[in-house]
């Protein structure tokens, strides 16, 4: 008898933010990377992916996506990657057990929304994704762990991997040429250092030049200063920043983060063609925490810059008043302060920075993003696709 009813399962993902870069592919196909990387998980109250994952015997169309409303491809080798391989584990499971639906054969109807402010022009792939492989995880009732779907999260994009987890998250390259060990791990979850907050300083809401999956190839392809990177830098970066999180080292934290991002971005500077991402107005952040640092007597911030111009700066709830203060004073009228996390930041102006650095920011900046460290996905019955197999 055929089976009408429509199954479903919907999470909600985190955004994640990488204080050791990614940026290189050994294998494209596969999209492994050429070095290990580490994220912190942003709070999801602030930036999440929320999908629903639906099948039923009777849908007769095609597999299909709805993102923020509108009809987005399924079809890209992406995408068609990851449901190929989460539709083998589930058949695993139906051939073991005959009396499981046969969800793998039937097509998939997702929706997905993300609650990003429209104009922030941050990356929404890392969060998609893996909101994405999560979704149907859960509606296929997969027994695999965080780490073993973070391998085929990748498939879909790199950093989508790392959005598995909560908290502090490594991506270890692996060195398998079928990729099967480079995944995801946990490094410490949120509550082990609940106290790191970001401040993500919106510089652009353009469409990045480069995009990041073409310009990491330029890169590997043509950069000399690209394989002393690999190499040398980021594993030693690497075994540091994890000794940094396990002792809640913030100073080192700092100096290892701001160090990789302008790595990553000396890299670009080096492929041919050079590739910028940095503008004025990054550069005029990073002064900016430059001088907060130095005004405090030690690292209480640190920028990182991902592939377009807009600056997260970490810091800790202790420091708020001497980071964040500093970012209101002279950004208080930019959208973004107005919430709880906003209001209760005080003001704290400082005196002697450089004017220029000064009208850069307050022309350049749009917005900013107050938030901090944040959980794993999360599985909600908040569903985005009716009973009837609707969007919702
Ligand atoms: C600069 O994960 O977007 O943000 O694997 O090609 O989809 P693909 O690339 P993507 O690259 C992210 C690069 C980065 C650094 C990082 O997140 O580690």
């Not at 209001?343 to 938030?371: C, F, N, Y």
């Amino acid at each position: 008898m055929a089976d009408s009813r429509v199954y479903r399962a919907s999470t909600t993902a985190p955004v994640n933010i990488a204080v050791i870069k990614y940026w290189g592919k050994r294998d494209a196909k596969l999209n492994l990377p050429t070095n290990s990387s580490l994220s912190v998980t942003l709070a999801q109250s602030d930036l999440k992916a929320h999908t629903t994952a639906s099948c039923s015997q009777a849908f007769s169309d095609d597999d299909s996506l709805i993102l923020n409303g509108e009809p987005s491809p399924l079809t890209t080798p992406r995408s068609q990657a990851c449901l190929a391989r989460l539709r083998a584990l589930r058949k695993i499971l139906e051939d073991r057990d005959n009396s499981l639906p046969k969800l793998s054969q039937w097509p998939l109807r997702i929706v997905s929304i993300n609650n990003f402010p429209t104009a922030a022009g941050l990356a929404s792939s890392a969060a998609g994704f893996a909101a994405l492989i999560r979704a149907i995880a859960n509606l296929y009732e997969l027994p695999q762990s965080p780490t073993e779907l973070s391998a085929i999260a990748r498939q879909g994009s790199g950093s989508a991997c790392r959005s598995l987890f909560g908290g502090y998250v490594a991506w270890d390259a692996g060195t398998a040429a079928d990729g099967n060990d480079s995944v995801a791990v946990e490094v410490a979850p949120a509550s082990h250092w609940p106290e790191m907050r970001a401040l993500v300083v919106v510089a652009s809401a353009e469409k990045k030049g480069v995009p990041s999956t073409a310009g990491m190839q330029q890169t590997a392809a043509t950069s000399t200063l690209f394989p002393l990177r690999v190499e040398k830098l980021v594993p030693a970066r690497m075994i540091a920043m994890k000794e940094a999180i396990a002792k809640k080292d913030f100073a080192t934290f700092a100096d290892l983060t701001m160090q990789d991002s302008n790595s990553f971005h000396a890299v670009c500077l080096d492929t041919v063609p050079p590739i910028f991402y940095m503008n004025e107005t990054s550069r005029a952040a990073v002064r900016l925490v430059e001088a907060i640092n130095e005004r405090v007597g030690r690292n209480v911030a640190a920028y990182t810059f991902d592939a377009g111009p807009n600056a997260v700066v970490y810091y800790l709830a202790e420091n708020e008043g001497q980071v964040a203060g500093v970012f209101k004073s002279l950004l208080g009228d930019k959208d973004g302060w107005a919430g709880d996390r906003g209001t209760q930041v005080q003001e704290a102006p400082i005196e002697g920075l450089d004017e220029r650095v000064v009208a850069v920011l307050k022309s350049g900046v749009s917005r900013v993003i107050l938030t901090g460290v944040g959980e794993g996905p999360i599985a909600t019955s908040d569903h985005l696709v009716s009973e009837s197999g609707l969007p919702t």
